[in-house]
């Protein structure tokens, strides 16, 4: 029998007076990939940050190699052998790609040979197989691309055990495909990957055994082969969930809410034209990098286009900001939530009220501050925002629910137009049927929402249209109820016409 090149024992950490993580006891072995799954803040990113020397475990034991460590840094655990990538990538946007990938290394001689440094970046970067030049500035970088360096990064240094907590969010399907390769590479040559993940089927497709926690604590740990879907959501959320992702039927009511005509952005997109309804819901579809976003941007004022119509229930509008936005009705929900979606130090409360102050102030411009906790108060009810405190830093809660309260910052506004990229990246299954009830919910009270999305099945179950783009224009345009994801993901790749695919 091998044993575990990590290994965890009766692990506690407590953040006050939350339990993150209760008695947790953990083994990774070589050459093996262990998926790891649970529901918003049941505590996935606690645990790895525990392995990795962010947090100091309130008590419990970490062994490498059967010896007990303890990790005061990553740096620690990185000569340790244990590296990890985050959610949300962690570059330096002032350095280049291959200062990013090198910075980490606590070696780092007086002299830097910077031939070599980018040599051997370039290595790095192409054993990923991707096209970057390493002499690119981090902040010039999409998500994915961030992704990569972080992962070139880890590569970088000598791992033994590779955390990845959910590194396929921000990526296509053609990146994930690539990162699947990586790991199943890492792992022939012996290391330990441990995979997070809120999409079942990577765990099917990948792992060779599979963790489940809940509120802390391990429920199970079995090989991927002797669970089933159902299982698994059974064990993540502690009851049976049924009737996920069926198709409810269209509340459009026939009249046009905006209207968009041959809406250009030179170097960007060109020639996007189409309606949105009044309780419709259009969804976006299309690859990483189709420029869908930088549509949303327009609408919403913060790169406001070059040429073109916006109509908003039958008037000519001009957008130039986004104060012009959300006086006109449109709220928009970014899918980076660190650069225009929240602030991490403001309370939770304070976050979702921000864009509405003027609703919270009397004539004299003080805040009621009741009044905004009772609208806080109802939106953690709503979306099940998981924390006792909703004057705490909303950099303390999980990465899924801080998506949910950037949601709940926009829904607070009382759109008429809603806009929102990757409404469910990074919230976990129950969660998710929740925030595509509060879209049904929005659309069955007139909303016009579009919403941009590169889960395919999301955009199968919620869209009344789906708008294909390709590369800054639109490939194609289908009605919901008739397209089919392989129709969609055709024309999103490259199939020349809707008539190819149909
Ligand atoms: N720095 C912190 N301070 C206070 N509480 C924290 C901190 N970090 C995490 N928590 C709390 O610990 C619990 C577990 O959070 P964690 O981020 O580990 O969840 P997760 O399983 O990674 O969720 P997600 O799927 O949403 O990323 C949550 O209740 C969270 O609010
Ligand atoms: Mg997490």
Same mark, same amino acid.
């Given at each position: 029998?091998?044993?575990?090149?990590?290994?965890?024992?009766?692990?506690?950490?407590?953040?006050?007076?939350?339990?993150?993580?209760?008695?947790?006891?953990?083994?990774?072995?070589?050459?093996?990939?262990?998926?790891?799954?649970?529901?918003?803040?049941?505590? #996935?990113?606690?645990?790895?940050?525990?392995?990795?020397?962010?947090?100091?475990?309130?008590?419990?034991?970490?062994?490498? *190699?059967?010896?007990? +460590?303890?990790?005061? &840094?990553?740096? /620690?655990?990185?000569?340790?052998?244990?590296?990890?990538?985050?959610?949300?990538?962690?570059?330096?946007?002032?350095?280049?790609?291959?200062?990013?990938?090198?910075?980490?290394?606590?070696?780092?001689?007086?002299?830097?040979?910077?031939?070599?440094?980018?040599?051997?970046?370039?290595?790095?970067?192409?054993?990923?197989?991707?096209?970057?030049?390493?002499?690119?500035?981090?902040? @010039?970088?999409?998500?994915?691309?961030?992704?990569?360096?972080?992962?070139?990064?880890?590569?970088?240094?000598?791992?033994?055990?590779?955390?990845?907590?959910?590194?396929?969010?921000?990526?296509?399907?053609?990146?994930?495909?690539?990162?699947?390769?990586?790991?199943?590479?890492? !792992?022939?040559?012996?290391?330990?990957?441990?995979?997070?993940?809120?999409?079942?089927?990577?765990?099917?497709?990948? @792992?060779?055994?599979?963790?489940?926690?809940? *509120?802390?604590?391990?429920?199970?740990?079995?090989?991927?082969?002797?669970?089933?879907?159902?299982?698994?959501?059974?064990?993540?959320?502690?009851?049976?969930?049924?009737?996920?992702?069926? !198709?409810?039927?269209?509340?459009?009511?026939? /009249?046009?809410?905006? &209207?968009?005509?041959?809406?250009?952005?030179?170097?960007?997109?060109?020639?996007?034209?189409?309606?949105?309804?009044?309780?419709?819901? $259009? +969804?976006?579809?299309?690859?990483?990098?189709?420029?869908?976003?930088?549509?949303?941007?327009?609408?919403?004022?913060?790169?406001?286009? *070059?040429?073109?119509?916006?109509?908003?229930?039958?008037?000519?509008?001009?957008?130039?900001?986004?104060?012009?936005?959300?006086?006109?009705?449109?709220?928009?929900?970014?899918?980076?939530?660190?650069?225009?979606?929240?602030?991490?130090?403001?309370?939770?409360?304070?976050?979702?009220?921000?864009?509405?102050?003027?609703?919270?102030?009397?004539?004299?411009?003080?805040?009621?501050?009741?009044?905004?906790? /009772?609208?806080?108060?109802?939106?953690?009810?709503?979306?099940?925002?998981?924390?006792?405190?909703?004057?705490?830093? $909303?950099?303390?809660? @999980?990465?899924?629910?801080?998506?949910?309260?950037?949601?709940?910052?926009?829904?607070?506004?009382?759109?008429?137009?809603?806009?929102?990229?990757?409404?469910?990246? =990074?919230?976990?299954? =129950?969660? #998710?049927?929740?925030?595509?009830?509060?879209?049904?919910?929005?659309?069955?009270?007139?909303?016009?929402?579009?919403?941009? &999305?590169?889960?395919?099945?999301?955009?199968?179950?919620?869209?009344?249209?789906?708008?294909?783009?390709?590369?800054?224009?639109?490939?194609?345009?289908?009605?919901?109820?008739?397209?089919?994801?392989?129709?969609?993901?055709?024309?999103?790749?490259?199939?020349?016409?809707? /008539?190819?695919?149909?």
């Amino acid at each position: 029998m091998t044993n575990p090149i990590l290994e965890m024992r009766n692990v506690h950490k407590n953040f006050g007076k939350t339990a993150a993580l209760s008695n947790f006891s953990l083994a990774l072995y070589p050459g093996e990939i262990h998926a790891l799954v649970g529901e918003n803040g049941a505590g #996935k990113s606690t645990l790895i940050k525990s392995m990795t020397g962010i947090h100091q475990p309130s008590s419990g034991e970490i062994f490498v *190699d059967g010896k007990k +460590c303890t990790f005061r &840094s990553t740096q /620690e655990s990185q000569a340790g052998g244990v590296a990890a990538i985050y959610q949300e990538p962690m570059v330096f946007p002032d350095l280049n790609i291959a200062e990013n990938i090198f910075i980490s290394h606590h070696d780092r001689p007086a002299f830097i040979n910077w031939k070599q440094m980018y040599d051997e970046a370039e290595k790095l970067v192409a054993r990923l197989g991707v096209n970057l030049d390493v002499h690119r500035a981090a902040s @010039s970088l999409t998500l994915a691309e961030q992704q990569t360096v972080e992962i070139a990064r880890a590569i970088s240094l000598d791992v033994r055990v590779l955390i990845m907590d959910e590194p396929s969010a921000s990526l296509s399907n053609h990146e994930v495909e690539r990162l699947f390769g990586i790991a199943r590479s890492l !792992r022939d040559q012996g290391v330990a990957v441990l995979y997070i993940s809120h999409r079942l089927e990577e765990v099917f497709e990948l @792992s060779d055994k599979v963790t489940v926690m809940r *509120d802390g604590e391990h429920i199970s740990t079995k090989p991927t082969a002797e669970v089933t879907h159902d299982t698994l959501v059974a064990e993540m959320v502690g009851r049976d969930m049924q009737g996920r992702f069926a !198709r409810v039927p269209s509340v459009a009511t026939g /009249e046009t809410m905006l &209207s968009v005509k041959g809406l250009r952005k030179f170097g960007e997109f060109r020639d996007i034209s189409f309606e949105v309804q009044k309780g419709e819901i $259009v +969804c976006f579809s299309g690859l990483v990098g189709a420029k869908r976003t930088d549509v949303a941007l327009a609408l919403f004022g913060i790169e406001p286009a *070059d040429e073109g119509q916006i109509e908003i229930d039958g008037k000519n509008v001009e957008i130039a900001t986004p104060k012009d936005a959300i006086e006109m009705g449109i709220a928009y929900v970014s899918e980076d939530r660190r650069k225009l979606g929240i602030a991490m130090e403001e309370s939770i409360t304070a976050n979702i009220t921000l864009p509405m102050l003027a609703r919270y102030a009397n004539k004299m411009g003080l805040i009621n501050t009741q009044l905004e906790h /009772e609208d806080a108060q109802n939106y953690r009810e709503k979306l099940n925002i998981k924390t006792n405190d909703l004057d705490g830093a $909303v950099g303390t809660l @999980s990465g899924g629910n801080q998506q949910k309260v950037m949601l709940a910052k926009w829904l607070n506004t009382n759109p008429t137009i809603l806009i929102v990229d990757e409404p469910t990246r =990074g919230i976990d299954v =129950g969660a #998710k049927a929740e925030v595509h009830q509060i879209i049904h919910d929005l659309a069955a009270a007139g909303v016009a929402i579009l919403i941009i &999305s590169s889960d395919l099945p999301e955009v199968m179950s919620l869209a009344d249209k789906i708008i294909v783009m390709r590369e800054g224009h639109i490939a194609g345009i289908f009605a919901g109820e008739d397209a089919s994801e392989e129709q969609v993901m055709r024309l999103a790749v490259g199939a020349k016409t809707q /008539e190819e695919v149909a």
